[in-house]
């Protein structure tokens, strides 16, 4: 199957429409905190820096995965060059599949980006402090376990556009990035829809909220940016688990998008 | 009129719209005044509110609340304003380490912000207290906020049987330093006693997790040496008095009979001040070391 050349066309489409420029945006906010923030954290310059920069890709991410994905094959589609594609020997599940592996590429280089600035930034910031200081730092600066949280960060990032490419298969932009927001917001409220007999105590309702916690894309077990930062252990097993989670969800959206695409009638 | 000349021309309208712009908002605020933000409004007053709208950012929400609180305290201490307050401290730092449960700096700054009397501080230490029992509630394995219990306790409250059960409990702590226990020990046998003050704030000097924490230390230590001090010069004036039958007009009187050294000088730097009539002795009105703790026991 094609995937490999629609992939890199949607990377290509990707540095072409300047999604990059983010990385931009990302380094001077970071340059510019870390020169600004001694001023006024009392100390926490360190544990700031790296709250920014994880919190930044992960926002930046979630721009890119929603905006862009919504668009990868209702745009194919409203151009009309979805014909000259399925002209060629490429099935449609392979079309919505390459289009996939191809943002996640560009997810995964802006994320790399992303980490590889943060770590420079903070290698930066490690020089100018004294022994006594950084022994009182919850973890070091340059800790390795931030790669865990930019790994896991990545991990959502991937989810979402799965979910955002699955959206877009039969619903316009508007309604996709809505529906994809909502998910994202939904996403992290998973802790209230599992204990909402604490709320309410009608059982079918509760039942109703059960299942949504298990169907609805799990966010909030992915984010260990607050452990992290504070040098708590994330257990690789936890990590391990949350990865294996992801992939089966991102493959169950990716499955039923293909089903929904190769059965739309785009006449 | 060619295409770049009319880019050109539009450029520099537009340049001109912007100056006016400015000018007009300086003209406005010399004569009407320039707006005044709103004092330290707090939009959002519940710390779970908050940490649900924080979704995953709930870190970098801890850490401007954090920033804000910093700032306001800030602000306040060195505003001139005789009625100031401190009234928004504790929702800020409620609200930060809601967000951050394990923002170590917030409990433990915060806990000194709030204990600190007024005008210096919020003088809460109630405040502080739920501040760093939220702290050690959420964070059982932290010795340090137990400690810090204590430490108010013993500082500000001069509740030294509290004080001693608490620094108990932070000894209890695996991993908590074999000094914590001697401290519980030693307040509990001479709480209040200006030698385990002494020992308690140099412990802070040594374990200084910041400047700040450090400044404070060497200031309360410097405030220990200056009551010694003033303790010395004061029995130096007492034995003028048995040998002349009257205090020291002033310090050169006190150095001719051989008492003292000179003009004493505080550990700021700042002569100390004689009072002939009572034979008091006391910091020097300018000294940054004002007002000195009251209700210690002596040496």
């Known amino acids: ?267 | 009129m060619s295409r770049r000349v009319s880019r050109l021309v539009a450029g520099l309208v537009l340049a001109g719209l912007l100056a006016s712009a400015v000018g007009l908002q300086l003209l406005r605020d010399r004569w009407y005044g320039s707006p005044q933000p709103a004092d330290s409004l707090l939009y959002i007053r519940s710390p779970e509110t908050m940490k649900r709208m924080a979704l995953s950012f709930s870190g970098i929400l801890a850490d401007l609340y954090w920033i804000r609180a910093v700032q306001y305290y800030g602000g306040r201490r060195l505003s001139k304003d005789p009625n100031r307050n401190y009234n928004q401290l504790y929702p800020l730092l409620d609200i930060t380490t809601s967000l951050d449960p394990m923002f170590n700096i917030a409990y433990r700054f915060g806990a000194i912000f709030l204990s600190e009397p007024l005008p210096g501080g919020a003088g809460r230490p109630d405040r502080a207290i739920d501040l760093l029992e939220k702290g050690f509630r959420l964070n059982p394995n932290r010795w340090e906020y137990p400690y810090d219990i204590g430490f108010v306790h013993y500082w500000t409250r001069q509740d030294f049987a509290a004080a001693a059960e608490w620094f108990q409990k932070a000894s209890e702590v695996p991993g908590a330093p074999w000094w914590v226990r001697s401290m519980a020990a030693v307040t509990a046998a001479q709480g209040g006693n200006r030698r385990a003050s002494r020992m308690l704030w140099q412990i802070q000097l040594e374990n200084a997790e910041s400047e700040w924490v450090r400044n404070n230390a060497t200031e309360r230590l410097q405030q220990l040496d200056a009551m010694d001090q003033i303790d010395e010069l004061t029995w130096a004036n007492r034995q003028f008095a048995s040998r002349h039958g009257r205090f020291a007009e002033s310090w050169d009187e006190l150095a001719r009979a051989g008492l003292v050294r000179g003009r004493p000088l505080d550990p700021a730097g700042l002569p100390y001040v004689l009072d002939p009539q009572s034979g008091g002795v006391s910091l020097s009105p300018e000294s940054p070391l004002n007002p000195l703790p009251t209700g210690e026991r002596g040496r």
């Open chain 1, 1 to 267: 199957m094609p995937l490999l050349p629609i992939a890199l066309s949607v990377f290509r489409e990707s540095v072409r429409d300047k999604v990059f420029y983010n990385l931009l945006l990302f380094a001077v906010i970071l340059v510019a905190a870390s020169l600004l923030v001694g001023q006024t954290t009392a100390g926490q310059d360190v544990k700031i820096i790296k709250d920014l920069g994880l919190a930044a890709t992960s926002l930046f991410g979630i721009f890119i995965a929603v905006f862009v994905g919504i668009n990868l094959v209702w745009k194919e589609v409203e151009r009309r060059s979805v014909y000259n594609v399925l002209s060629k020997p490429v099935r449609r599940p392979a079309l919505v599949v390459g289009k996939y592996l191809g943002l996640s590429l560009t997810l995964l280089v802006n994320v790399s980006v992303m980490a590889l600035a943060l770590y420079a930034v903070l290698a930066y910031m490690n020089q100018g402090f004294p022994e006594s200081v950084r022994q009182a730092w919850d973890a070091p600066a340059l800790d390795p376990a931030l790669l865990i949280a930019f790994v896991l960060i990545l991990a959502q990032l991937l989810m979402m556009t799965a979910v955002a490419l699955f959206f877009s298969t039969f619903s316009s932009p508007m309604l996709s990035a809505v529906f994809t927001f909502g998910l994202y917001v939904a996403g992290h409220f998973n802790a209230d829809l599992k204990n909402f007999e604490t709320i309410v105590s009608l059982r079918p309702v509760v039942w109703v909220a059960r299942a949504l916690y298990y169907v609805l894309p799990n966010l909030a077990s992915l984010d260990v940016k607050s452990q992290v930062v504070h040098g708590q252990p994330v257990a690789a097993g936890y990590v391990s688990l949350s990865l294996l989670y992801a992939a089966v969800y991102i493959v169950m959206l990716l499955g039923a998008a293909s089903l929904i695409f190769a059965r739309r009638d785009l006449k």
